[in-house]
């Protein structure tokens, strides 16, 4: 029985590696498809495409790993009454959510995104001077925060009816989008204005890879910014980043204690 | 002996069309997600368009490369709704399969017919308006020729034999079950990688030259990539009859294959004593 069990844990710890594996590949295949036709999409090859990707690797990883559980809250755990055995602790339900489960699998994904990085980086040339990489390096130490905010006002919608799955990937997944620069949607009509700024602010997955890259890469090259555009200024990037990435996790964080107070035991 | 041996599924048909309908809500929030994805997948190919120095780019203008891209979506909508791959993991899962076995009907004919009900739900409430709506904005907005009677008779066929390709490989999926807690995470994989193998992200055309015949001749072309260029009148009537014979026969291959699985499973079912 103890093998039994023990074997289970291993399938597990090998079918996580398979996925990661192969969603990897997944996705350099359809960046590198999608961009074969082109020579680059607003400037970015092929390459800085893929630094970027490596580069939104690392804060989602770490999301992951912290704070992986919130999935199944939102696909039916409180259904099942996980919540009042949450609830009667005396300690923060959201820190007990999220700390109950470590996901060795987000790792992974910051370790392939390190590799991508120098893989892809050393040839694009890119600024490595002290003022750019640390207001970088800053702005990407908050940017798990707002993956986790997107998942945590997502998951709090199932505290009014129980499942909020559906509406939590659909959100979640959209970035899908933010491996492409932002840039790109930004085609010049108003609709194009609207997709940006909805990527740069409301969703903000454009936001974590695309602002702090495009200064870097593209030095003295302004970047639109709402109805006007700003200079990629690197510190000032950093600002916008952890401005966007607090105000998202404070407001999914009110979001989340108010509709804690809708929640009824599902008596179990 | 029975007249009518499909008789005794059509009840399971019956209530996952009727369950379908009460949580019109939950997939109503797909639909959402569709449209999302639909709006900003239209911008990304414009820039890649935009970029590039000619109007076609492997095989595909710009107006066609959208009604690709939005028919794939709205297929895999009605296609890839099937109810085996959660009904087998929970019956798993919660040990409710012995349970199920007991019933007077096949395990996998029964989830499949469940299958049916969903998916019959989902294109009657969602995709037959959804296509209209679509249809009229590519005929009216675009330009673009309103598919042939025929080529929309062929559609239905190959979304038909995608349902059954997808729900035997989702019911063969499910029994990892058995092995792993991560199933969940298995399915999520499986999509994506699926998605990418039919052609949902990226058409076929796009894939080098080596790679494409053989992804013709794999079943996954039959959940994305066949149906949808029968639909747009990409294939000619030769064509049509190639690629919906090689999804009909991965169809009924891979339901007998199902039919197998189920058949071990059982037995594994028995020696765990559950």
């Not at chain 1, 986790?148 to 939590?168: C, D, P, V």
């Amino acid at each position: 029985m103890a093998l039994k069990s023990k074997m289970i844990y291993r399938a597990d710890w090998a079918i996580g590696l398979l996925g990661l594996v192969a969603s990897n590949i997944v996705t350099f295949l359809s960046l590198y498809l999608s961009t074969l036709p082109v020579q680059s999409l607003d400037g970015w090859t092929f390459n800085r495409i893929m630094f970027m990707y490596g580069f939104l690797l690392i804060p989602m990883g770490i999301d992951h790993t912290l704070t992986d559980k919130l999935w199944n809250y939102g696909g039916g755990l409180i259904n099942q009454g996980e919540l009042d055995r949450i609830l009667m602790k005396p300690l923060n339900p959201l820190f007990q959510m999220c700390a109950e489960f470590f996901q060795e699998g987000g790792l992974g994904e910051v370790v392939l995104g390190i590799v991508f990085m120098s893989i892809f980086g050393p040839g694009l040339n890119l600024d490595m001077s002290f003022n750019t990489v640390f207001p970088i390096v800053v702005g990407a130490i908050f940017s798990p925060l707002i993956y986790f905010a997107i998942k945590l006002s997502t998951m709090s919608i199932a505290f009014y009816n129980r499942r909020s799955i559906s509406i939590m990937s659909g959100l979640y997944n959209i970035k899908e989008y933010g491996k492409y620069p932002a840039s790109i949607y930004h085609i010049g009509n108003w609709a194009g204005e609207v997709v940006y700024n909805v990527l740069l602010f409301i969703l903000p997955f454009g936001l974590i890879g695309y602002l702090p890259l495009a200064a870097q890469m593209f030095p003295g090259k302004d970047i639109p910014f709402l109805w006007f555009s700003i200079p990629g200024n690197n510190y000032l990037i950093m600002g916008i980043i952890i401005a966007v990435a607090l105000v998202h996790f404070f407001g999914a964080y009110l979001f989340f204690k108010h509709a804690l107070k809708h929640y009824n035991s599902a008596g179990a | 002996m029975q007249r009518n041996p499909f008789k005794k599924y059509r009840g399971f048909i019956k209530g996952a069309f009727l369950n379908f309908l009460a949580f019109r809500g939950e997939i109503f929030t797909w639909v959402l997600q569709d449209v999302i994805t639909t709006f900003i997948m239209v911008f990304l190919w414009f820039a890649i368009y935009k970029e590039s120095s000619s109007q076609i780019i492997n095989g595909f203008a710009y107006p066609q490369m959208i009604m690709y891209l939005v028919f794939i979506v709205l297929s895999s909508n009605w296609t890839s709704n099937g109810a085996s791959f959660q009904e087998v993991s929970h019956d798993i899962s919660d040990g409710n399969i012995a349970n199920s076995l007991t019933r007077p009907v096949s395990y996998r004919g029964q989830k499949f017919a469940l299958t049916l009900g969903n998916c019959l739900g989902n294109f009657l409430i969602f995709s037959v308006p959804l296509f209209i709506i679509a249809m009229l904005i590519f005929s009216l907005g675009l330009g673009q020729p309103w598919p042939q009677w025929y080529n929309i008779l062929f559609y239905l066929v190959a979304g038909c034999s995608a349902i059954v390709i997808t729900d035997s490989i989702d019911f063969m999926v499910a029994q990892l079950g058995f092995l792993t807690n991560s199933l969940f995470g298995i399915f999520l994989i499986k999509n994506s990688v699926f998605a990418f193998l039919a052609g949902q992200t990226i058409p076929y055309s796009f894939f080098p030259a080596w790679a494409q015949p053989v992804l013709e001749y794999l079943p996954f072309s039959g959940l994305g990539s066949t149906p949808v260029n029968i639909l747009i009148g990409r294939y000619d009537l030769l064509q049509t009859a190639i690629h919906l014979g090689v999804s009909l026969g991965w169809a009924i291959f891979l339901y007998i294959a199902s039919v197998v699985a189920n058949h071990l499973m059982i037995s594994h079912v028995e020696s765990a004593g559950g």
